[in-house]
Nanobody, 126 residues
Framework: QVQVEESGGGLVQAGGSLRLSCEVEQHTFSVYTLAWFRQAPGKEREFVAAINWNGGSTPYAESVKGRFTISRINAKTATFLQMNNLKPDDTAIYYC???????????????????WGQGTQVTVSS
């Protein structure tokens, strides 16, 4: 039993910043890989960033490199996505996803993640 919940979305002007949080609750604890995906209106869901169980692997989508940072204190702690220099193209629903099967890896496709949150809206005005 795994529950995933995102928070921290909102409305921000271009160039501004937001920090998203993802809380993961498990009936039986297991280390895990956590990823962020986003989906804008009329577009397919796309990979944003991921972090493995010990933070040793943190791949980013090319479009957010240098602007977004994913982090975790440890495998049992909430994961954060710091988003700086936001652009209107970043407007989307942001989803947190979890994989406990191969926590040493950081897949970048949505079908590799069994557990998902409900999403949090990020809107960036021009």
């Amino acid at each position: 039993q795994v529950q995933v919940e995102e928070s921290g979305g909102g409305l921000v002007q271009a160039g501004g910043s937001l920090r998203l949080s993802c809380e993961v609750e498990q009936h039986t604890f297991s280390v895990y890989t956590l990823a962020w995906f986003r989906q804008a209106p009329g577009k397919e869901r796309e990979f944003v960033a991921a972090i493995n169980w010990n933070g040793g692997s943190t791949p980013y989508a090319e479009s957010v490199k240098g602007r977004f940072t994913i982090s975790r204190i440890n495998a049992k702690t909430a994961t954060f996505l710091q988003m700086n220099n936001l652009k209107p193209d970043d407007t989307a629903i942001y989803y947190c996803a979890v994989d406990r099967r191969r926590p040493w890896e950081t897949p970048t496709t949505a079908d590799e993640y069994p557990y998902w949150g409900q999403g949090t809206q990020v809107t960036v005005s021009s």
